[in-house]
T-cell receptor, first 112, second 111 residues
Framework: DAGVTQSPTHLIKTRGQHVTLRCSPI?????VSWYQQVLGQGPQFIFQYYEKEERGRGNFPDRFSARQFPNYSSELNVNALLLGDSALYLC???????????FGPGTRLTVL | GQNIDQPTEMTATEGAIVQINCTYQ??????LFWYQQHAGEAPTFLSYNVLDGLEEKGRFSSFLSRSKGYSYLLLKELQMKDSASYLC????????????FGTGTRLKVLA
């Protein structure tokens, strides 16, 4: 079975631009969460979506938004990019009613 | 506030046993996870503890004490491939903030 997939793998943007990151969960998983991981730190929780509704939100500015589609895939959007947004963005999925999350390979975003 | 503490770095020898500790102060605790993360890769699930006690899974064991806000990950018969960062994470039942991760413990296994 395929694991969580994310695209693109790497991305380079300049300050002020916006970016869209994509995630496809493991088949049968209906919950998707997004994390930001800066080098040397643990992942920071951004959003959780379940059945297309936002179920959780971390301490990130409104420049960050996300949505989930009927097939349970998800997009993370970041507007007005800042240098500090450079990080590995991880997507994780989980089965309904279960806490255990499985992570995708991540998208490495570099903001110049 | 919500906080997870774990040592920044540890070093151990191939074939030895190492214990990585994690303490947490959170509200609405649901369960505690351990993940392994090799450099440049995504975290890989190792264990999930909800109840007090020890859970064993091959060379890896994880312990939880909810009353003490304490967990540890025990790695036995260390191998070179165990060199990685080990992340302690808590899932929360209250509020909109669902998961908190520690900063990770970088384990170096020496020959």
């Amino acid at each position: 079975d395929a694991g969580v997939t994310q695209s693109p793998t790497h991305l380079i943007k300049t300050r002020g631009q916006h970016v869209t990151l994509r995630c496809s969960p493991i088949s049968g998983h209906k919950s998707v969460s997004w994390y930001q991981q800066v080098l040397g730190q643990g992942p920071q929780f951004i959003f959780q979506y379940y059945e297309k509704e936002e179920r959780g939100r971390g301490n990130f500015p409104d420049r960050f938004s996300a949505r989930q589609f009927p097939n349970y895939s998800s997009e993370l959007n970041v507007n007005a990019l800042l240098l500090g947004d450079s990080a590995l963005y991880l997507c994780a999925s989980s089965l309904p009613g279960q806490d255990t999350q499985y992570f995708g390979p991540g998208t490495r975003l570099t903001v110049l | 506030g919500q906080n997870i503490d774990q040592p920044t770095e540890m070093t151990a020898t191939e074939g030895a046993i190492v214990q990585i500790n994690c303490t947490y102060q959170t509200s609405g605790f649901n369960g505690l996870f351990w993940y392994q993360q090799h450099a440049g890769e995504a975290p890989t699930f190792l264990s999930y503890n909800v109840l007090d006690g020890l859970e064993e899974k091959g060379r890896f064991s994880s312990f939880l004490s909810r009353s003490k806000g304490y967990s540890y990950l025990l790695l036995k018969e260390l191998q070179m491939k165990d060199s990685a960062s080990y992340l302690c994470a808590v899932s929360l039942t209250s509020g909109t903030y669902k998961y908190i991760f520690g900063t990770g413990t970088r384990l170096k296994v020496l020959a």
